[in-house]
């Protein structure tokens, strides 16, 4: 054991010194390698950190939400269904929401306008998210003006600015009063937006539906567990897309470095004949030209991961935003929360190293098969 | 012993290009002697010592070393023989640029797994022996034609082999450092080892130190010399 | 298909090893024609080469096969909050009929690339090469499995469509389609148990016995495979149970998350060593009668013999262990 251990250590200490004496050829491909993999590792990153942050965000949201449609789009719920939901047994608590979009000529963006549950602004006020402050340069204090359903303006103080706690959500939000609202979008008392409600037992949350479907034809249940499973995929789709695309750049590589490693010149020739003739075997200088690829695979990986690590969650990604956020007026800006798992890191292995490593097998190959003779006649 | 029957080496066989460098070569050469092969360049001296030498399978003949047969063994055995029974000194010396001369007369020993620390010590000691210790740090590139022979038959003895096998050693050497490369062919000698020599300068085939002068020519032995 | 981005990675690397190992069967074929040891032509030299070819690019299959197989689980379980009742890789497998075939065929070609190795091993290491034609045969005989893997694999994520709102109708998964809930249910615990133990402390016994006298290379082979098949059962039946805390959790597929401290893979690399070493026995074996491997082939099988003991008394102890601690009472 004791030689073998010997054996690679004498031939990694080799390898070593035959990498840094041919830097110039290996430095290019070092930062093509870097490249890919830091690509790739930002994407990946990047997609992972948003789900979680989504992830994170709807655990607040309500089990379940309840939709009235008509004629396949979305209708306004009027107050009686709410006391025939609460009248289903299991369902604990049954609340009916207010909330709408409003569309601001003024920034040409689509606020949302929510009424919520507990600590609503007094009438006269709101509450609005941090990227509706950035884009109208507002502070708390300043007045907003609304257009109602009648055409007539109506003016609101900002009371505060929403934390930028998660923005990802918050951004565009307008927390407002019950009164203002109605009269904002002109809707009758008694009619509601939808509905959210809680089960009791966590288990009967399907039941429940089903239950709600059956008693109120018109309505959709929303769970959830199907929302958090549409944005993953959703989220999976984005950056399967980037990796897709991607994909010309890993293929680009593959050639690049396949001809790197093909492309041996004459001294290298000439080096392995020697070695041969010495009475290294093939095995031999098979190990060395694996140790070589190791090396470069190992400090390209490291070095492409450290920096996509850094991209994204110190720079916030600048590279990226635009095409993973959505195109919107009103851009959210947070913290992501650095994370990254093994299981990336096996991911980004076999989008990386393994395409690498296939294109090397041939040539290192024929590298290693090189015959002594061609040494003793030159 | 090492012994040679009815020898053929064809390069390109079966191609219009094809070349006879050995044609037919039997030959016995005897343990703790040195033997020269003479001849002119194209008489396959270099391509007979490759075959000796376990470096390359020759097309027809068998060869035994030892009363062992080697001549279809895999490369893997092959290559074992050549590294514990054979040293090289090439017509080029051939040694690694870019690397010291110590790491060079390590090199052959690297994938026999010997501990790092003493391989190095012994190879100190090679390189002590032929006076070119306090070169040992310098690059390949950078040693004068003495030295790097010198560092070449350092190399060529790290595996404590029993057969040199040099190819035309002093075709880049002056007088003195041939006769000198002949003084050192003489302790290899005494030291119980065989030598094998190609080459076609008077100094190294008259020299007295050799007992024994093959003449070649075309691929095939003229003269069995004695 | 789902778009992500560790199923790409699967899918691509799946595509370039089947390739590898065509490319590497095409030269094994050449081989089992033209070898021929005693010539010296260029063909022999090349073919001769080619070997190193061959065994370098099957060594490679043989880890990234490793490697993969635990990355297309954690896919799995990664993707299992996408399909309605999935509540983890168990589920996903499930989805459709092509889930458990890839996994089983992943184990299988891992399995049979590592005897290739061991083969392969004992043949580099005789003189004459005694069996090239065997072991290129073989390899033709497995290089299919091989491709067949990638086929399932397309197929298998092909067939993956989660299960998302829709934009107008937003169905209600949860009730009107049914799960894909992958329940393992295991063999009874207790018998298991005993089982578990008998044939742990059977195929230990016999490969000590290897070790030491040469002798009992089949039983050993057939135990050790026993033990592999039981490991896994064992897996399923009590000791998930075990590390959950959870008479009705069965999943073997958890046991690779987190929460439990990554022990599953400690299972899975004892299980897996110890069957391909202890396989590696028997097959090595079969040339006992070849005249060149006749001092090479003892040796070698009581080295694979100790080491397959070894693994398997690391997952006896890992079992023991995990049950005592457990505080799951049968």
Same mark, same amino acid.
């Given at each position: 054991?004791?030689?073998?251990?010997?054996?690679?250590?004498?031939?990694?200490?080799?390898?070593?010194?035959?990498?840094?004496?041919?830097?110039?050829?290996?430095?290019?491909?070092?930062?093509?390698?870097?490249?890919?993999?830091?690509?790739? #590792?930002?994407?990946?990153?990047?997609?992972?950190?948003?789900?979680?942050? +989504? &992830?994170?965000?709807?655990?607040?949201?309500?089990?379940?939400?309840?939709?009235?449609?008509?004629?396949?789009?979305?209708?306004?719920?009027?107050?009686?269904?709410?006391?025939?939901?609460?009248?289903?047994?299991?369902?604990?608590?049954?609340?009916?929401?207010?909330?709408?979009?409003?569309?601001?000529?003024?920034?040409?963006?689509?606020?949302?306008?929510?009424?919520?549950?507990?600590?609503?602004?007094?009438?006269?006020?709101?509450?609005?998210?941090?990227?509706?402050?950035?884009?109208?340069?507002? +502070?708390?204090?300043?007045?907003?003006?609304?257009?109602?359903?009648?055409?007539?303006?109506?003016?609101?103080?900002?009371?505060?600015?929403?934390?930028?706690?998660?923005?990802?959500?918050?951004?565009?939000?307008?927390?407002?009063?019950?009164?203002?609202?109605?009269?904002?979008?002109?809707?009758?008392?008694?009619?509601?937006?939808?509905?959210?409600?809680?089960?009791?037992?966590?288990?009967?949350?399907?039941?429940? #539906?089903?239950?709600?479907?059956?008693?109120?034809?018109?309505?959709?249940?929303?769970?959830?567990?199907?929302?958090?499973?549409?944005?993953?995929?959703?989220?999976?789709?984005?950056?399967?897309?980037?990796?897709?695309?991607?994909?010309?750049?890993?293929?680009?590589?593959?050639?690049?470095?396949?001809?790197?490693?093909?492309?041996?010149?004459?001294?290298?020739?000439?080096?392995?004949?020697?070695?041969?003739?010495?009475?290294?075997?093939?095995?031999?200088?098979?190990?060395?030209?694996?140790?070589?690829?190791?090396?470069?695979?190992?400090?390209?990986?490291?070095?492409?991961?450290?920096?996509?690590?850094?991209?994204?969650?110190?720079?916030?990604?600048?590279?990226?935003?635009?095409?993973?956020?959505?195109? &919107?007026?009103?851009?959210?800006?947070?913290?992501?929360?650095?994370?990254?798992?093994?299981?990336?890191?096996?991911?980004?292995?076999?989008?990386?190293?393994?395409?690498?490593?296939? +294109?090397?097998?041939?040539?290192?190959?024929?590298?290693?098969?090189?015959?002594?003779?061609?040494?003793?006649?030159? | 012993?090492?012994?040679?029957?009815?020898?053929?080496?064809? %390069?390109?066989?079966?191609?219009?290009?094809?070349?006879?460098?050995?044609?037919?070569?039997?030959?016995?050469?005897?343990?703790?002697?040195?033997?020269?092969?003479?001849?002119?360049?194209?008489?396959?001296?270099?391509?007979?010592?490759?075959?000796?030498?376990?470096?390359?399978?020759?097309?027809?003949?068998?060869?035994?070393?030892?009363?062992?047969?080697?001549?279809?063994?895999?490369?893997?055995? *092959?290559?074992?023989?050549?590294?514990?029974?054979?040293?090289?000194?090439?017509?080029? %010396?051939?040694?690694?640029?870019?690397?010291?001369?110590?790491?060079?007369?390590?090199?052959?020993?690297?994938?026999?797994?010997?501990?790092?620390?003493?391989?190095?010590?012994? @190879?100190?000691?090679?390189?002590?022996?032929?006076?070119?210790?306090?070169?040992?740090?310098?690059?390949?590139?950078?040693?004068?034609?003495?030295?790097?022979?010198?560092?070449?038959?350092?190399?060529?003895?790290?595996?404590?082999?029993?057969?040199?096998?040099?190819?035309?050693?002093?075709?880049?050497?002056?007088?003195?450092?041939?006769?000198?490369?002949?003084?050192?062919?003489?302790?290899?000698?005494?030291?119980?080892?065989?030598?094998?020599? @190609?080459?076609?300068?008077? *100094?190294?085939?008259?020299?007295?130190?050799?007992?024994?002068?093959?003449?070649?020519?075309?691929?095939?032995?003229?003269? @069995?010399?004695? | =298909?789902?778009?992500?981005?560790?199923?790409?990675?699967?899918?691509?690397?799946?595509?370039?090893?089947?390739?590898?190992?065509?490319?590497?069967?095409?030269?094994? !074929?050449?081989?089992?024609?033209?070898?021929?040891?005693?010539?010296?032509?260029?063909?022999?030299?090349?073919?001769?080469?080619?070997?190193?070819?061959?065994?370098?690019?099957?060594?490679?299959?043989?880890?990234?096969?490793?490697?993969?197989?635990?990355?297309?689980?954690?896919?799995?379980?990664?993707?299992?909050?996408?399909?309605?009742?999935? =509540?983890?890789?168990?589920?996903?497998?499930?989805?459709?009929?092509?889930?458990?075939?890839?996994?089983?065929?992943?184990?299988?070609?891992?399995?049979?690339?590592?005897?290739?190795?061991?083969?392969?091993?004992?043949?580099?290491?005789?003189?004459?090469?005694?069996?090239?034609?065997?072991?290129?045969?073989?390899?033709?005989?497995?290089?299919?499995?091989?491709?067949?893997?990638?086929?399932?694999?397309?197929?298998?994520?092909?067939?993956?469509?989660?299960?998302?709102?829709?934009?107008?109708?937003?169905?209600?998964?949860?009730?009107?389609?049914?799960?894909?809930?992958?329940?393992?249910?295991?063999?009874?615990?207790?018998?298991?148990?005993?089982?578990?133990?008998? !044939?742990?402390?059977?195929?230990?016994?016999?490969?000590?016995? !290897?070790?030491?006298?040469?002798?009992?290379?089949?039983?050993?082979?057939?135990?050790?495979?026993?033990?592999?098949?039981?490991?896994?059962?064992?897996?399923?039946?009590?000791?998930?149970?075990?590390?959950?805390?959870?008479?009705?959790?069965?999943?073997?597929?958890?046991?690779?998350?987190?929460?439990?401290?990554?022990?599953?893979?400690?299972?899975?690399?004892?299980?897996?060593?110890?069957?391909?070493?202890? =396989?590696?026995?028997?097959?090595?074996?079969?040339?006992?009668?070849?005249?060149?491997?006749?001092?090479?082939?003892?040796?070698?099988?009581?080295?694979?013999?100790?080491?397959?003991?070894?693994?398997?008394?690391?997952?006896?102890?890992?079992?023991?262990?995990?049950?005592?601690?457990?505080?799951?009472?049968?």
């Amino acid at each position: 054991m004791g030689t073998w251990f010997e054996r690679q250590r004498n031939i990694i200490d080799f390898t070593l010194s035959s990498l840094v004496r041919r830097k110039g050829k290996n430095l290019s491909l070092l930062l093509v390698y870097t490249l890919l993999v830091f690509l790739l #590792a930002s994407v990946m990153f990047f997609t992972h950190a948003l789900r979680k942050e +989504a &992830s994170l965000v709807l655990q607040g949201a309500p089990e379940m939400v309840v939709q009235r449609m008509a004629a396949g789009r979305h209708e306004l719920m009027p107050g009686r269904y709410l006391n025939a939901i609460s009248g289903i047994r299991g369902v604990s608590a049954v609340r009916g929401r207010l909330w709408g979009y409003y569309y601001d000529a003024f920034t040409s963006a689509n606020y949302t306008l929510l009424v919520p549950g507990s600590d609503a602004p007094v009438p006269g006020y709101i509450s609005i998210g941090s990227g509706i402050a950035r884009s109208r340069l507002t +502070a708390p204090g300043d007045l907003i003006s609304f257009r109602r359903y009648d055409g007539e303006p109506m003016v609101l103080t900002v009371q505060e600015v929403l934390s930028s706690g998660s923005e990802l959500v918050s951004s565009d939000l307008i927390l407002i009063s019950e009164q203002d609202f109605r009269k904002l979008f002109g809707m009758a008392s008694g009619m509601f937006t939808d509905i959210v409600l809680t089960v009791r037992n966590a288990k009967e949350v399907a039941t429940a #539906a089903g239950k709600v479907q059956k008693l109120l034809p018109d309505t959709r249940p929303i769970l959830k567990s199907e929302i958090l499973r549409t944005y993953d995929t959703i989220f999976d789709w984005r950056s399967g897309i980037i990796v897709v695309i991607l994909s010309s750049a890993v293929l680009a590589f593959i050639i690049f470095a396949w001809d790197k490693a093909s492309g041996l010149s004459a001294e290298e020739r000439k080096e392995i004949g020697i070695l041969k003739a010495l009475g290294w075997e093939t095995s031999d200088v098979l190990l060395m030209k694996f140790w070589e690829g190791a090396a470069v695979s190992l400090t390209s990986f490291l070095a492409g991961v450290l920096f996509a690590y850094v991209h994204v969650f110190f720079t916030q990604v600048v590279l990226f935003e635009p095409v993973l956020k959505g195109w &919107s007026t009103l851009y959210p800006s947070f913290r992501l929360v650095p994370f990254i798992s093994p299981y990336q890191v096996a991911t980004l292995f076999f989008l990386t190293v393994v395409p690498y490593t296939v +294109a090397t097998i041939v040539p290192s190959w024929r590298a290693a098969t090189i015959d002594p003779d061609s040494v003793m006649r030159s | 012993m090492i012994e040679l029957r009815d020898i053929r080496k064809i %390069f390109n066989a079966g191609k219009p290009h094809a070349l006879t460098a050995v044609d037919g070569v039997s030959l016995i050469v005897n343990d703790r002697a040195v033997t020269v092969l003479q001849g002119p360049s194209g008489s396959g001296k270099t391509t007979l010592l490759s075959v000796v030498g376990c470096m390359s399978r020759p097309t027809e003949g068998r060869i035994l070393l030892g009363g062992r047969e080697i001549t279809s063994l895999p490369e893997r055995f *092959l290559t074992e023989v050549r590294r514990t029974t054979f040293g090289f000194i090439f017509q080029q %010396f051939n040694l690694v640029k870019g690397i010291s001369a110590l790491e060079n007369v390590m090199l052959p020993a690297y994938p026999l797994g010997e501990h790092h620390a003493s391989l190095k010590k012994r @190879a100190r000691a090679l390189l002590d022996l032929f006076g070119i210790l306090p070169r040992e740090s310098s690059k390949a590139e950078w040693l004068s034609g003495g030295e790097a022979q010198r560092t070449a038959i350092c190399r060529a003895l790290i595996n404590d082999p029993q057969i040199i096998i040099a190819d035309e050693p002093t075709a880049h050497l002056d007088t003195k450092l041939s006769h000198e490369f002949m003084d050192i062919v003489g302790r290899l000698k005494s030291e119980q080892k065989t030598v094998i020599i @190609a080459s076609h300068d008077p *100094l190294v085939y008259g020299s007295t130190v050799v007992d024994r002068v093959i003449m070649m020519r075309d691929g095939r032995i003229e003269a @069995a010399g004695q | =298909m789902i778009l992500h981005p560790a199923i790409i990675a699967l899918l691509v690397s799946s595509i370039l090893i089947s390739s590898l190992v065509l490319y590497a069967l095409w030269y094994g !074929v050449q081989i089992i024609r033209f070898w021929d040891l005693r010539s010296g032509s260029s063909l022999q030299l090349d073919l001769e080469r080619r070997t190193y070819l061959i065994s370098t690019v099957l060594a490679y299959v043989f880890g990234f096969q490793l490697i993969s197989l635990f990355l297309l689980i954690y896919t799995a379980d990664s993707l299992s909050s996408l399909f309605t009742g999935a =509540m983890c890789a168990a589920g996903t497998f499930n989805v459709n009929v092509y889930g458990y075939l890839l996994l089983v065929l992943k184990v299988m070609n891992f399995l049979l690339a590592g005897l290739w190795l061991i083969i392969n091993h004992a043949d580099s290491r005789a003189y004459d090469y005694p069996l090239i034609r065997k072991k290129y045969t073989f390899l033709l005989f497995f290089a299919p499995y091989i491709v067949l893997e990638t086929v399932l694999e397309v197929l298998y994520f092909r067939g993956l469509k989660p299960d998302v709102i829709t934009s107008c109708c937003g169905s209600l998964f949860s009730v009107n389609a049914s799960g894909v809930a992958g329940d393992l249910a295991g063999l009874p615990a207790v018998p298991m148990q005993y089982a578990f133990t008998i !044939v742990m402390i059977a195929t230990i016994a016999l490969g000590s016995a !290897v070790a030491a006298t040469g002798r009992g290379g089949y039983a050993f082979s057939l135990a050790s495979a026993a033990a592999f098949f039981l490991g896994i059962a064992s897996l399923i039946s009590f000791i998930s149970p075990a590390i959950y805390e959870l008479p009705t959790h069965h999943c073997p597929f958890c046991v690779l998350q987190k929460e439990y401290g990554y022990i599953g893979y400690l299972f899975y690399a004892t299980l897996l060593g110890g069957a391909v070493a202890g =396989m590696g026995v028997g097959v090595l074996k079969l040339f006992r009668s070849i005249p060149s491997l006749a001092d090479i082939l003892p040796s070698m099988g009581k080295r694979l013999a100790v080491l397959s003991v070894l693994f398997y008394a690391a997952a006896s102890l890992l079992t023991v262990i995990t049950v005592v601690r457990s505080n799951l009472r049968w």
